[in-house]
Nanobody
Framework: QVQLVESGGGLVQAGGSLRLSCAASGRTVSNYAMAWFRQAPGKEREFVSVISRSGGTIDYADSVKGRFTISRDNAKNTVFLQMNSLKPEDAAVYYC?????????????????????WGQGTQVTVSS
């Protein structure tokens, strides 16, 4: 079982950048497909980005393509989400999620129900 702890959230002006971190303990991140989701007040949780277990497949929500970058540092056992050109609509609680499913070795999923482990979330606020 893996434990996930997010950090790096905060308040930033529109157009600014933040880098979120998801530190894993208990197991190595290379054994998991790792994803980021977000949830704004009054809205459903939505997919942001994912990196497959192999690291060879990466996917993004259309709303963040070209602005956000997911990466994984196996030595630090951490997954990152670099967020640039932030917009007010990016404001949300960002969650890190993981699944060890072999089906996600090369493939990825944007469905929250396919992820078994979740962090507690980190708040991102974007001022206009």
């Amino acid at each position: 079982q893996v434990q996930l702890v997010e950090s790096g959230g905060g308040l930033v002006q529109a157009g600014g950048s933040l880098r979120l971190s998801c530190a894993a303990s208990g197991r190595t991140v290379s054994n998991y497909a790792m994803a980021w989701f977000r949830q704004a007040p009054g809205k459903e949780r939505e997919f942001v980005s994912v990196i497959s277990r192999s690291g060879g497949t990466i996917d993004y929500a259309d709303s963040v393509k070209g602005r956000f970058t997911i990466s994984r540092d196996n030595a630090k056992n951490t997954v990152f989400l670099q967020m640039n050109s932030l917009k007010p609509e990016d404001a949300a609680v960002y969650y890190c999620a993981a699944t060890p499913s072999p089906a996600h070795y090369h493939a990825t999923s944007s469905a929250a129900e396919e992820y078994d482990y979740w962090g507690q979330g980190t708040q991102v606020t974007v001022s206009s």
